[in-house]
């Protein structure tokens, strides 16, 4: 998945992570308290101005058939084209990815952090950002003693300026004078550093909560969302929703209503054999449709691993055969010092168990 920055996900949405597709009205609305809430049911009470997120689902697509128009288009000349036809890129508020259809009935399988996030780096980003709220605090409660400390100094000053003015005129006066003005001096020196710092401060801590808020409101806002866009290979974008969104597996499943589409029929992850050539559609760094070429090179931890380069935004695209033929979701890749690492998929039986009361893959053929 391609990330705009890090996002924080809200426990009091959880809710929304359900198994059946249904309308995605989304409000948000303030209290009287001045808190933002976002929810999927409209808020008790004719007083409360609310805003509409995102509108309902099961749009019809733009095209009843779209693996027709597709297939007509681009006449693909090798299994790898023809798998390439039924990928798709998936842009959700949280970022995009990459997903397939499945089927020829619009049921499209992409990850679950590609609409809703990674949970463990969302779980990261939320400890950092509690952490610099805790060095804000601090920085704070510096700020506010620093100020009463140049108050306490500028009111001691008065009374010290008010003294020697009542001073008969001597060497004493005018020794005290110059012990004021060198006082003075200094004080009007360290107010100087302390607004500059604080203005400096004061302006980083403001776009800092300004990117928190943003930060809060896509994260609340792609829990809550069940519309998605999908652009296919021709640019083409339709809306799908949210079919299912699995608890265990970093999976989700999609639908486009009303049209026939292409599909990449399931391999049999079982007797994949180590060398065995495979290859990564997807939408990596921003490059549409793109083909990495690998090797399968065993299992980990129930993963398909592979050297095929998968980027962010290959997250929920297909790993192929060479007979066009999906064996995993493209998942992540793990990173080294030394080399640019492996990339991992689940594979595809995974998926099909996941979502089996949904889809029937094989029966296409």
């Known amino acids: 998945m391609k990330r705009l920055t890090p996002w924080i996900g809200l ?10 597709p249904t309308a995605a009205e ?7 308290s001045g808190s933002w809430h976002f929810t999927d049911t409209p808020p008790d009470g004719t007083n409360v101005n609310t805003e509409t997120l995102q509108g309902t689902a099961h749009q019809t697509a733009a095209s009843k058939n779209i693996k027709t128009r597709l297939y007509e288009q681009y006449r693909p000349s090798n299994p790898v084209e023809t798998a390439s036809i039924a990928t798709v890129t998936i842009e959700a508020s949280i970022g995009t990815g990459s997903g397939f259809f499945i ?15 990674a949970r463990e780096q969302l779980k990261n980003t939320d400890q950092a950002l509690d952490n610099i709220d805790e060095r804000i605090d601090a920085a704070d409660r510096k700020f506010r003693a620093e100020k009463n ?13 008010q003294s020697i003015a009542a001073m008969a005129d001597g060497a004493a006066k005018s020794r005290e004078k110059r ?25 980083r801590k403001k776009a800092y909560e300004t990117e928190k808020s943003a930060y809060r409101y896509k994260t609340s806002t792609a829990a809550l969302s069940r519309n ?7 640019g083409s974008e339709l809306s799908a929703y ?7 597996h970093d999976l989700a499943l999609l639908k486009i209503d009303g049209c026939q589409t292409p599909f990449i029929p399931p391999a049999d992850t079982g007797p994949l054999a180590q060398g065995v050539r495979v290859y990564a559609i997807g939408s990596p760094v921003g490059l549409h449709d793109s083909v990495s070429r690998g090797i399968f090179s065993g299992f980990e931890d129930n993963f398909i691993k592979t050297d095929a380069k998968i980027y962010p935004g290959n997250s929920g695209g ?3 055969t060479a007979n066009g033929r999906v064996v995993g979701i493209n998942s992540f890749k793990k990173l080294t010092r030394r080399f640019e690492g492996l990339g991992f998929a689940i594979p595809i039986d995974v998926a099909i168990e996941e979502f089996k009361s949904y889809i029937n893959p094989y029966s296409n053929e």
């Open 26 to 32: 989304i409000y948000k609305y303030q209290d009287s």
């Open 242 to 248: 949210l079919v299912a969104i699995s608890d265990d």
């Open 103 to 117: 089927n020829s009935k619009g049921h499209i399988i992409t990850n679950r952090h590609v609409i809703r996030g």
């Open 11 to 20: 426990t009091l949405l959880l809710a929304v992570l359900l198994n059946t």
């Open 228 to 234: 998605f866009k999908v652009i296919c290979k021709d």
């Open 318 to 320: 297909p790993l192929i």
């Open 179 to 203: 012990r004021y003005a060198a006082e003075r001096k200094r004080y009007e020196s360290q107010q100087s550093i302390f607004q500059n710092k604080k203005a400096r401060y004061e302006s």
């Open 149 to 161: 400390r140049l108050e306490e100094l500028r009111d001691y000053l008065a009374q010290y300026r």
